[in-house]
C-alpha cells in the first residue's frame, strides 16, 4: 500500500506535484532546496494547473482506482459488514491503520490509514468542486472551456471507492471485541468529524448548483435507506450486536450528523437529491459513529 500512500501524497499536493514535472523537463534534479521545501508542505491547490498536471493527476487517479478494486478484496462488503450481525470480523485482517493524519512523502507503508483514504477524498472533492465554483462565483474568472480537466468520471469512482474501504474498515474495527473502549470512541469521533469537513464543499457546491449527479454508485441500491430505517447497526461494547435506539427530542427528528453539526446542515445530507453515497455516509454517521 505504499504505493497508494506516496499517490494520495502526490495528490495532495498539487504545487509539489507540478514542481517535480517542471524539473523533471529541464533536468536540473529538484531545483532550489528552499523552494522544494515549501512545495512539499504547501497543501495549496494551482489556480490555473497546466496539462501536464493535469495529465499526471489522472494517470495517478486511475492507478489509485485500481490500488482500490484490489484493496476491495482484502475488506469485507459494505452491506454485508454493515446489515450481517453474523459476519465474522476475524476473517478479516485490518488494511488501514487507526490514525488521521495526512500522508507523508516518505512512501511509509505502516503509514496507509484512515488519513490516507480521507485525504483522498478531499483531493477528490477538490476536483469536482474546482471548475463549477469558478463558474458560480462573480469574483473567479469563467473556466476556460478548452482548460483540460481530470475526467469527473475517474474523480467520482476514487471518491466512492474511497469512501467504501473507509465504512468497511470502520465497521471492522467497531465489530471486533478486541477493540478497546478508547479505540472505539477515538474512531467514530475522528471518522464523523473528517467524513463531515471532507463531503461539506462539495455538499455546500451541490446545492448552489440545484442538485447532484447520481449517475454513478458503486453502493448497491437501497443500502442507505436500509440502513436509516434501522434503530442501529454496529454494537456498543462487543460490536456484535444492534445498539440502543438514539431519538431527539419527541423521538421523531434524526440526530444530527455530527455534534457540531446543526439539525438543518444534517438534513441536506439526506436529501433525495443527493448522490447514493452522500446519503450512505449521512445514514452512517447517523446509525453507526453515534
Not at 497543501?43 to 494517470?59: F, G, K
Request: glycine letters at 8%; a positive charge; charged letters at 20%.
Amino acid at each position: 500500500m505504499a504505493m497508494v500512500q506516496m499517490y494520495v501524497a502526490l495528490l495532495i499536493r498539487p504545487q509539489y506535484l507540478l514542481h517535480l514535472l517542471e524539473h523533471a523537463k529541464v533536468g536540473d534534479g529538484h531545483g532550489d532546496s528552499k523552494l522544494l521545501l515549501q512545495h512539499q508542505t504547501s497543501l495549496d491547490d494551482v489556480d490555473q494547473p497546466p496539462n501536464s498536471l493535469v495529465d499526471a493527476q489522472h494517470r495517478i487517479l486511475k492507478l489509485v482506482v485500481k490500488a482500490l478494486l484490489c484493496l476491495k478484496h482484502f475488506t469485507p462488503v459494505l452491506p454485508e459488514i454493515l446489515l450481517d450481525q453474523s459476519v465474522d470480523v476475524s476473517e478479516w485482517q485490518p488494511v488501514l491503520q487507526l490514525s488521521f493524519g495526512t500522508p507523508s512523502l516518505d512512501g511509509d507503508v505502516s503509514g496507509f490509514s484512515f488519513g490516507t483514504l480521507l485525504n483522498c477524498v478531499t483531493a477528490c472533492i477538490r476536483m469536482l468542486t474546482k471548475n463549477d465554483s469558478r463558474a458560480l462565483s462573480p469574483h473567479r474568472a469563467s473556466p476556460d472551456p478548452k482548460q483540460a480537466q481530470v475526467p469527473r468520471p475517474v474523480v467520482q469512482l476514487a471518491l466512492e471507492l474511497s469512501l467504501e474501504v473507509l465504512l468497511s474498515q470502520a465497521c471492522r474495527y467497531l465489530r471486533d471485541p478486541n477493540l478497546t473502549p478508547r479505540d472505539r470512541q477515538f474512531l467514530k469521533r475522528e471518522l464523523g468529524t473528517e467524513l463531515n469537513s471532507c463531503l461539506s464543499p462539495l455538499n455546500r457546491q451541490m446545492r448552489r448548483s440545484g442538485g447532484g449527479d447520481k449517475t454513478l454508485s458503486v453502493t448497491p441500491p437501497g443500502t442507505a435507506g436500509v440502513l436509516l430505517s434501522l434503530p442501529g447497526t454496529l454494537g456498543q461494547g462487543s460490536g456484535s450486536g444492534p445498539s440502543t435506539p438514539q431519538t431527539g427530542t419527541g423521538g421523531s427528528r434524526p440526530p444530527p450528523l455530527t455534534p457540531q453539526m446543526s439539525r438543518s446542515s444534517s438534513q441536506t445530507f439526506s436529501s433525495t437529491q443527493d448522490p447514493a453515497y452522500f446519503r450512505l455516509v449521512h445514514a452512517f454517521v447517523q446509525k453507526v459513529l453515534k
